[in-house]
């Protein structure tokens, strides 16, 4: 039987969880660990996929669209014996036999995530619900990859997971921002209805290489606009500042949780917190000297400042992020090169 998860909260189950598969506890057959990613073909997605993929006791199917992810981001894994790749979208049910479910399926780029609003509400309400509906019918356990949206434009800094946010519920952003909260809310409930075994993660800002390259987000973007010997567009103030984790530190805050006995939500991000006219300024320094800065409109919505309280993370899943920004722009650098055709400085 699954454990109870608890982590000094009020987040405990009324219902006792559902019954996993008998084969994870046949004495005759050890099966291997079988997880599902959604959105696995995505940035963070397929950087899960390689990880979980190092441990030969796991096998990994994918779920996905292909909307902002691609099979050239799991390219390796194609035909591997541990691995299937499905094309699928989350807002319609799906049944396959799994273990724990990283239901990360949702557009996470502004640009993207704006584009149909509509179909953004949907993947995460109905494909959350869709995901839980699955975990309840094989006993799995079920990580929802949150965001720091859920604080909006916050009014506490640094934001810790007690905070309840100041989001606009009829915002250009709302679509993600309030989607995610209810996707949030979904997993709790089914938890305390259904006992379903759940993590909640609320990501913060992350980078690092197969971002898609032009998807609009902050450090693709002056990345691709250096290396392309464009002027770096701060979108103004300049003054708005995030905090950006590197992909690697990421994974493992995400593996951590799902291995751990804590329900969350849980902040996964890195507290170094830089202006964009900062961060200009590094991509500038680190990548092309002779860039321009140059100032551009805002969006509506846009979150003035955004820092995550990590001490939850640290104390009860022993995580810290250990890449530090100047050492994880260049990492991604080379891929953007590689990928744009232009050969690297040295
Ligand atoms: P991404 O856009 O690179 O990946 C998302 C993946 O989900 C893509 O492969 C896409 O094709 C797939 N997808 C989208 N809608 C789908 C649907 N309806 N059905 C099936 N697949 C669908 O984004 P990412 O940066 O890898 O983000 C992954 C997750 O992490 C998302 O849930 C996002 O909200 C969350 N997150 C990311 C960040 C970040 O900075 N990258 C910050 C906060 C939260
Ligand atoms: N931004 C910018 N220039 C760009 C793209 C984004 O200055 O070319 C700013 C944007 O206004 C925001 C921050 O960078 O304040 C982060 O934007 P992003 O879209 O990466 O992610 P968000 O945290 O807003 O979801």
Not at 321 to 340: C, N, W
Request: proline share 8%; charged share 25%.
């Amino acid at each position: 039987m699954a454990k109870q998860v608890s982590n000094g909260e009020n987040h405990s189950a009324a219902k006792p969880p559902p019954t996993p598969s008998p084969l994870r506890f046949s004495k005759f057959f050890q099966p291997n660990m079988r997880i599902l990613v959604t959105g696995g073909a995505g940035f963070i997605g397929s950087h899960l996929v390689d990880k979980l993929m190092e441990n030969e006791k796991n096998e990994v199917i994918v779920a996905d669209n292909f909307f902002t992810g691609s099979k050239e981001n799991l390219k390796k894994w194609i035909g591997h014996p541990r691995f299937e790749l499905i094309r699928h979208d989350v807002t319609e049910p799906l049944l396959v036999e799994v273990d724990q479910i990283y239901h990360l399926a949702c557009p996470a780029s502004p640009i993207f995530y704006k584009y149909n609003p509509v179909k953004t509400i949907k993947t995460n309400v109905i494909g959350t619900l869709n995901m839980l509906g699955l975990a309840k019918r094989v006993g799995a356990r079920i990580l929802l990859t949150s965001t720091s949206e859920v604080y909006g434009d916050p009014l506490v800094h640094p934001q810790n997971e007690s905070y309840w946010g100041n989001v606009n519920p009829i915002g250009v952003r709302s679509c993600y921002d309030e989607g995610k909260r209810v996707a949030e809310t979904l997993m709790f409930d089914y938890h305390r209805q259904h006992g379903i075994e759940i993590r909640v993660a609320r990501i913060f800002n992350t980078y690092g290489p197969r971002m898609n390259i032009d998807d609009g987000r902050v450090v693709s973007n002056f990345i691709a606009q250096a290396v392309r010997g464009e002027p770096l567009t701060v979108q103004s103030p300049g003054t708005q500042t995030r905090s950006f984790c590197y992909v690697s530190d990421m994974v493992d805050g995400l593996i951590r949780l799902m291995e751990g006995e804590n329900t969350g939500p849980i902040n996964i991000g890195n507290p170094g917190e830089f202006t964009m006219i900062e961060l200009a300024e590094t991509v500038k320094e680190l990548i092309n000297p002779d860039v321009e800065i140059t100032m551009v409109e805002n969006t509506p919505d846009d979150p003035r400042q955004r820092k995550p309280d990590i001490t939850k993370a640290n104390e009860l899943l022993g995580w810290e992020p250990k890449v530090k920004l100047r050492d994880g722009l260049p990492l991604m650098e080379d891929d953007f090169r590689q990928r744009l055709g232009k050969p690297g400085k040295n």
